[in-house]
């Protein structure tokens, strides 16, 4: 559960963490987040959007106290919202979720969408927080190949990651081969497919096996393709399962079979066609 991956620039991130998009702000959010690292979860992924830094920032510090985890153990990943894109409104923006987050730096933060025409200032503004030491990493996140290299063109830092939908129906394998050779760290957002995913026959068949749910076959998947994952799930008994992915190995034939479930099916948005 704290086994980590080592990004580009020597940073350590856990392979698997828990999401908190749509965790609500308040009871909900702190609750489950303080049940995540009391079960020995250790990587929080948020975000300006999910309006519950707050809530992931109150229960960060009282889980530390509660259960002598230092901040240094910890990996706090948020990202600044399309709507504050730019230089200067990013950098301010940043400020905003640190107050938030009563943090004095974030281990990741990330530009959230590819906004055609700003992600190479606001990128650069992710530049000067890393140089400043205010986030451990910067990376980015539903970014396609084709932005990635026209951001990498003008800019000197290599994002360390990029945070994409990918789950069995949509297994990225182009751009995860991409990301591979410039040594930029693939990650998975909603790795269960909104939840959406786990009746699929053939995940269950494969689980059983194992004595394994469909939802735990999907996250031993992306470990085993070295994909960073973080489930969401508010309810303790299942983010208990999403993290007993340690004990079991899918076999060669297991991996084939969910890879061939592929179907490049997005439930989210898409990255060149987006309005918000
Ligand atoms: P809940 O928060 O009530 O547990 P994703 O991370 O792919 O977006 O999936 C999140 C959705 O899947 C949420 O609706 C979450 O609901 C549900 N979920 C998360 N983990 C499990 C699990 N182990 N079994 C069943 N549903 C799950």
Redesign the pocket.
Known sequence: LQSTVTLNNGVKMPWLGL?V???EEGEEVVR?VKTAIRLGYRSIDTAAFYQNEEGVGKAVKEAMQENGVSREELFITTKVWNSDQGYDSTLRAFETSLGKLGLDFVDLYLVHWPVKGKYKDTWRALEKIYAEGKARAIGVSNFQIHHLEDLMADSKVVPTVNQVEL?PQLSQQELRQYCDSKGIQVEA??????????ENEALRAIGEKYGK????VILRWDLQERVIT??????E???A??ADIFDFELTGEDMRIIDSLNQNKR?GADPDNFNF
């Open positions: 999401g998009f749509k965790a489950t789950h957002w909603s790795p269960l497919g909104h939840g959406k995913l786990l749910t469909a939802a735990q973080i489930p969401k799930s508010v309810n008994q299942r983010i399962q999403n439930f």
